[in-house]
């Protein structure tokens, strides 16, 4: 988050106002999000018994994680 900026407005009493990249946070967040999403899926792939592990042919790893091994 480099491009969050502190403004100053006025003398120091009022406080200080701070200036938010959204969509860098957004980005950010999402970035996170998808990150846990997978490291989650892996974690329980990796898990499965040998019989539910195997890929699909043409499956992701997470797709077939899901389709295998969801009971």
Do not use: F, W
Request: net charge negative; glycine share 6%; with cysteine.
């Amino acid at each position: 988050m480099n491009d969050t900026k502190v403004v100053s407005k006025g003398d120091d009493s009022q406080g200080r106002i701070i200036e938010i990249d959204e969509q860098q946070v957004k980005d950010h967040l999402g970035e996170m999000v998808r990150e846990s999403v997978e490291d989650t899926l892996h974690y329980h792939y990796d898990q499965c018994p040998p019989s539910c592990a195997s890929l699909s042919p043409g499956r992701s790893r997470s797709a077939s994680l899901v389709a295998n091994c969801s009971s």
